[in-house]
């Protein structure tokens, strides 16, 4: 009986796969054909097409000009570090051989050891890519079928927003009572300012973080300007561990080609972050999304422990909607009570500000 159940919720999860992916598509693309229509003064079917045509021009166009580069930087790294290891391999032998000391033996055995542990796990690495791009080009037919269906579900979803919308509407009203259905409705209206504002702020700012990184990695020599800069992007869309993550592999790699480069880009990293931290961030991906780096840490850690890296970027919207209607609810309760203004000074200035928007 648990092997069928198992299996069957498999096969809902497969088959409702591409729906979901449709879902969070047309919710990013959502913002996108909204600013198209007020900008460019278009119909919302004439929005759809152009934020499709852009949405496939820089899928092609990060396949056509990023994607040989960086596997291009990845080759090159890889054969830089096994040639490396060779060459420090043979040095610590000749020094091992020409040497009576034992405390340079005790060195050059921890040094073998080490660079013999490197090679493992570059094989290791090497091997498990391997069987991940086996596994990748053998359903490369049904996962370019579900991204197909995906995006064609996408477009209907965000033709018939308003459609969808009005049916949600009314089936919360049909089966809630009024007061219930507009608190509900209130709830749904912020967690989709929350997300929109977190999701789409935070993808804009890590874009604009990875280009002016390969820039800047580029005008100093910093090498696999590309790839680094890719890397730094990407990771910085989760908060506060994201940035440490991504300059981990990025100055370990130009220590290896070169230690003066591993300084540069980690001054380079600093200042980006510092700027991203104190004028990209707040404007782009709005104040009203900050909250205390206690709530920020924990949203992550528990996030990423539950859900991987989907958990560690969700996590922050997430918490922050969770303690936002908790805090709303407190302030109902208490207001009804008389005591509203209990406690309130010792409060932080974000959270007594924090209303629900209507």
């Known amino acids: 009986m648990f092997v069928f159940s198992l299996d069957t919720v498999n096969w809902l999860k497969n088959s409702f796969k591409p729906v979901l992916y449709a879902l969070i598509m047309a919710y990013l693309l959502d913002s996108v054909v909204t600013l198209l229509m007020g900008k460019l003064k278009v119909r919302r079917c004439q929005g759809i097409l152009l ?11 990060l396949i ?25 391999t043979k040095i610590v032998m000749d020094l091992k051989n020409k040497s009576d000391s034992e405390y ?24 498990e890519i391997s ?88 005008i100093f020599r910093v090498p696999y300007a590309p790839l680094m800069g890719t890397i730094i992007g990407t990771f910085n869309i989760i908060p506060y561990f994201g940035p440490i993550i991504g ?26 972050q510092q700027l991203d931290a104190n004028f990209l961030d707040p404007r782009i991906v709005g104040k009203n999304v900050g909250v205390s780096p206690l709530w920020i840490i924990t949203s992550v850690t528990v996030g990423g422990n539950m859900f991987g890296v989907l958990g560690m970027i969700l996590g922050v919207p997430i918490v922050v909607l969770i303690k936002t209607v908790i805090e709303e609810s407190v302030d109902v309760l208490l207001i009804e009570k008389g005591i509203g203004d209990i406690e309130k000074e010792k409060l932080r200035t974000d959270v007594k500000r924090r209303r629900f928007r209507h």
């Open 131 to 218: 069987v991940v791009l086996m596994r990748m080009v053998g359903n490369f037919g049904a996962s370019a079928v579900t991204i197909i269906t995906s995006f064609i579900i996408n477009i209907y979803m965000l033709i018939e927003k308003e459609d969808i919308l009005a049916r949600g509407k009314r089936f919360i009203y049909a089966f809630f009572e009024q007061s219930r259905a507009k608190k509900m409705l209130r709830t749904f209206t912020e967690a989709n300012r929350i997300f929109k504002s977190f999701l789409n702020g935070k993808l804009l700012d890590s874009t604009i973080v990875g280009i002016v990184c390969v820039i800047l990695f580029f």
């Open 64 to 88: 056509y000009k990023l994607v040989p580069q960086i596997v291009e930087n990845i080759n090159n790294i890889v054969y830089f570090i096994m040639e490396g290891n060779v060459d420090i």
């Open 247 to 272: 300059s981990v592999p990025v100055i370990v790699v130009s220590f290896f080609v070169d230690p003066s480069k591993a300084i540069t880009a980690l001054i380079i990293i600093v200042i980006v």
């Open 51 to 61: 934020a499709c045509i852009i949405l496939i021009g820089m899928i092609g166009l």
């Open 104 to 127: 340079i033996h005790h060195i050059a055995d921890y040094i073998l050891h080490a660079s013999e542990l490197v090679r493992n796990l570059i094989n290791n690495a090497f091997t």
